[in-house]
């Protein structure tokens, strides 16, 4: 039964989980359910992305309702990967959830805050698997209702100010989103993403195309954060408890560059996108200038959670730049640092998480000479840092060697360079924090105690993934291969 | 020249263009959410408008009627009611909180609060 | 205003009508215009008006904070659930079929009023929810 449930178990799980929670109450309890409920996801997961590796699309009419007119769930490699991407993530950082979350948010709000995480990858997971535009806006809110709550419950009053504003600019990209999928719907009467990319292409010529594009992709824009549309994530990733942090910079971006490659490849078709409207004349420039301007902004930052979380909108312009090349080598390069950037953003903001725990602070004069105190949260944010920067036999290689790859491919040498030399900037950033921990003389050079067993499994894991990916390329760079190729619409 | 026919969706795009100025350019964080929630009912009658059928009636099912308007757009946006509704009680349970906290729901004196705070 | 002898006595003659109309909805929302949403909301006004009259106080002795946060699951459990019975007896997920594959028309039916309850119960209970929250702080300066 479940072989042939999975894509909708996917969803339901965490969905029914999450009021469950609110009626087991009890702390401890709640936390070991929900853990559950993230590792029977991440095997739902692995499992559906097993099946659609051999068998190609899955497809589920939800409520037996034929597609195009009942709700489809459409799993191909692409999304198989995005889902299996969120619900690793999920998992591991149920084991680093019991002691930060005990420390960052107030015991009566536990039950809530599970509540709210588990909502969270409901609505994470549901955009990943609908195959229904609307669909897509409905988990979108999910997603994004419940990481408005996840971030106001931070510690510092700022928080609340940083997820008011987290919340007013998401629900003008959501609304975006909504204006354009009506439009879309006005044209061709249909939901249903694939039967839309059906019915799209004899309405090109029309205004109403431009203008549901237009709405659409801003809208997508603002919600992946891309640059200059980032504002709101800053603050947002700044004041959240660190749990929070570290999953809404591994998932919430990174699931709405699927909806972007969802919409503009599959839907809309890259001829439309990239030959018509030439979407990429004005995406490579902005992500350049975007991976720059952020990149610059992070050295430049006093707290680490908000240098780490410029670099992420940094590292998301690396992203949209393998996006802009339409070509099977730069998705390739976007879909692989999708993944791995996950992997190393989640490591580093756990081992900011593990240092808060201790000392309280995110400032990086109060992290002077912990490269003694903290040994071993330090070597795994040196590493996870490593990544950042590119540096060969980890993750950030991988991604940056195809991302460059295909604009020599492309014929683009000035782009490659720019991409190349805008790692001295994440170098100089990661540096300034290394400078800081092992180079400068402590106040109080007494040893803290490192974080607890739990949130080190949590930070280790995801640090020797960082490396492990690094090395064995076969699984993350073969999937995200097979997905831009069938994005772009070739079989390699 | 207004046509007539068309006066539904200016209507829209008049009231979006004025929810989203006084989202973006309104200091006051209450006003911000009521400028917001204009915005969002603008596009709640754009759908409305897309699934009107000239000439039908609600899509209700009677003896005698041949027209209906098209339902869905109407549950799509009963949907996008309710995420309206969770969003504006969301954002005012933000602004109660941040009216504790910092005893202002202006943006402006909040920052200041903030660096004086720093 | 639990003093004021108009509103009091006005509310106690509307309020159970307007108990009545919530039910109603829910349960004609097969035939006419209806449903969960709707009923969920006029029930919860019911509620509102008490607290506004007879303050928040005597409304949580009615309406426990415990229950309606239990019953805000409880609707959403019994809406999932209904999917998981289709599930398990072998259908897609939300397949009303399933509750009665002898007369799809009748498990439909069913199965449209079990998810309707479920949506009722929970707006109902989030209204309710909300409006306590609001209304349980105090007034700023």
Redesign the interface.
């Known amino acids: 039964m479940i072989d042939m449930h999975l894509p909708i178990l996917l969803i339901v799980v965490p969905l029914v989980s999450a009021p469950l929670c609110v009626l087991l109450r009890q702390k401890t309890l709640v936390w070991a359910f929900a853990s559950l409920v993230c590792v029977a996801s991440l095997g739902l997961a692995s499992m559906l992305l097993i099946r659609v590796l051999e068998e190609g699309v899955i497809s589920y009419a939800i409520g037996g309702w034929i597609a195009p007119w009942g709700i489809e769930y459409r799993v191909d490699t692409i999304n198989a990967y995005v889902l299996l991407l969120v619900s690793i993530i999920a998992a591991v950082l149920m084991f680093f959830a019991l002691p930060s979350v005990v420390d960052e948010v107030s015991g009566k709000q536990h039950y809530l805050f599970y509540t709210a995480y588990l909502l969270c990858l409901t609505g994470l997971m549901g955009i990943a698997i609908t195959g229904d535009a609307f669909n897509v806006f409905v988990f979108l809110e999910i997603s994004s209702l419940s990481s408005y709550t996840l971030i106001a419950m931070g510690r510092d009053r700022r928080a609340l100010t940083a997820s008011y504003q987290y919340l007013i600019m998401g629900t003008l990209g959501a609304t975006f989103i909504v204006i354009g999928i009506g439009l879309m719907y006005m044209m061709t009467g249909t939901l249903n993403m694939f039967d839309l990319s059906q019915r799209l292409p004899p309405m090109f010529e029309t205004r109403t195309a431009m203008v549901a594009f237009a709405f659409l992709t801003v809208g997508m824009l603002i919600k992946l954060a891309m640059f200059p549309l980032h504002m709101w994530l800053p603050n947002a990733y700044c004041y959240a408890p660190s749990l929070v942090t570290a999953f809404l910079a591994a998932t919430a971006t990174k699931v709405s560059i699927y909806v972007f490659l969802r919409f503009t490849f599959t839907v809309w078709g890259a001829e439309f996108v990239f030959e018509k409207l030439n979407l990429d004349i004005f995406l490579i420039p902005l992500s350049l200038i975007g991976i720059y301007v952020t990149s610059l902004s992070a050295i430049y930052q006093t707290n680490i959670k908000r240098l780490l979380a410029y670099s992420s909108v940094a590292q998301i312009g690396y992203m949209m730049l393998g996006i802009g090349f339409v070509s099977v080598t730069g998705l390739t390069g976007g879909i692989v640092h999708l993944f791995n950037h996950a992997l190393m953003k989640a490591a580093l903001f756990l081992a900011a998480g593990c240092v808060v725990l201790r000392l309280g602070s995110s400032n990086l004069a109060d992290w002077k000479g912990l490269g003694r105190r903290m040994p071993v949260t330090m070597a795994a944010f040196v590493l996870a840092g490593l990544s950042l920067i590119g540096v060969p036999l980890t993750v950030g290689f991988i991604s940056k060697w195809y991302l460059i790859l295909a604009a020599l491919e492309a014929g683009w040498w000035p782009i490659a360079l720019l991409a190349l030399l805008s790692s001295l900037l994440a170098v100089v950033y990661v540096w300034r924090v290394v400078e800081v921990a092992y180079f400068q003389k402590a106040d109080d050079d007494s040893k803290i105690k490192e974080a607890p067993l739990m949130m080190q499994i949590s930070m280790w894991g995801l640090t020797g993934a960082t490396l492990y990916f690094g090395i064995q390329t076969d699984l993350t760079v073969n999937v995200a291969q097979r997905a831009a190729g069938l994005l772009i619409g070739v079989t390699p | 020249m207004i046509s007539v026919g068309l006066f539904n969706y200016w209507a829209c795009m008049v009231l979006m263009m004025i929810g989203?100025y006084t989202?973006i350019a309104r200091p006051n964080?209450v006003k911000?959410?009521i400028g917001?929630s204009i915005?969002?009912v603008s596009?709640f009658l754009?759908?409305i408008t897309?699934g009107k059928v000239s000439g039908g009636t609600?899509p209700?099912l009677g003896e005698g009627i041949e027209a209906y308007s098209n339902p869905l757009?109407h549950v799509?946006i009963?949907?996008?009611i309710?995420?309206g509704i969770?969003?504006l009680?969301?954002?005012?349970?933000?602004?109660?909180?941040?009216?504790?906290?910092?005893?202002t729901i202006e943006e402006d004196e909040?920052i200041e609060r903030?660096i004086v705070n720093d | 205003m639990k003093h004021e002898s108009i509103p009091r006595v006005v509310s106690k003659w509307f309020i159970p009508p307007i108990l009545l109309f919530a039910l109603y909805v829910q349960f004609h929302g097969d035939f006419g215009p209806g449903g969960g949403f709707q009923a969920g909301v006029i029930f919860a006004a019911a509620v509102v008006l008490y607290t506004l009259i007879f303050g928040l106080q005597a409304a949580k002795q009615i309406v426990k904070p415990r229950i309606i946060e239990t019953l805000v699951a409880l609707g959403v459990l019994l809406y999932a659930g209904t999917g998981l019975v289709s599930l398990f007896l072998g259908y897609n997920f939300l397949d009303y079929t399933a509750l009665d594959p002898a007369d799809p028309p009748h498990g439909q039916h069913l199965g449209i009023f079990l998810v309707e309850l479920g949506v009722g119960i929970t707006v109902a209970a989030v209204m309710i929810a909300i409006f306590f929250a609001f209304a349980g702080r105090r007034r700023l300066r």
């Not at chain 2, 009680?89 to 910092?102: F, K, W």
């Open positions: 989203l989202a964080l911000k959410l917001l915005f969002q596009v754009l759908y897309v609600a209700i757009p799509l009963l949907t996008a309710v995420v969770a969003t009680s969301l954002g005012l349970a933000l602004v109660v909180r941040i009216g504790e906290a910092y005893d909040i903030d």
